[in-house]
């Protein structure tokens, strides 16, 4: 079983950073990779950024650039620092891993680009 629980969403003006956190359970973390996804309303949810467990990362076309995907083996913490943010960056962001052909998403936090 594993858990993952984002945090650090909120609201930010257009040309800001946010830092987002997806922390982890379990012992799996450390093998496997961890994405970012998103989800604004009405629309489906997108992959935005991935890093594997060796370290490599790959991103949407839309955040490059802008957005940094890392990891923090020892403490089970995957993040996603987002800049220059765009009021189209707007959405719900899903922390989601697949592990034993299952995919397990955390609950989401929002995060709102607004002047």
């Known amino acids: 079983q594993v858990q993952l629980v984002e945090s650090g969403g909120g609201l930010v003006q257009p040309g800001g950073s946010l830092r987002l956190s997806c922390a982890a359970s379990?012992?799996?973390?450390?093998?496997?990779?961890v994405d970012w996804y998103r989800q604004a309303p009405g629309k489906q949810r997108d992959l935005v950024a991935t890093?594997?467990?060796?370290?490599?990362?790959r991103y949407a076309d839309s955040v490059k650039g802008r957005f940094t995907i890392s990891r923090d083996n020892a403490n089970n913490t995957a993040y996603l620092q987002m800049n220059s943010l765009k009021p189209e960056d707007t959405a719900v962001y899903y922390c989601?891993?697949?592990?034993?052909?299952?995919?397990?998403w955390g609950q989401g936090t929002q995060v709102t680009v607004s002047s």
């Open positions: 989601h891993i697949l592990y034993d052909r299952r995919h397990y």
């Open positions: 379990g012992s799996i973390f450390k093998t496997h990779a």
């Open positions: 890093i594997r467990s060796t370290g490599g990362t």
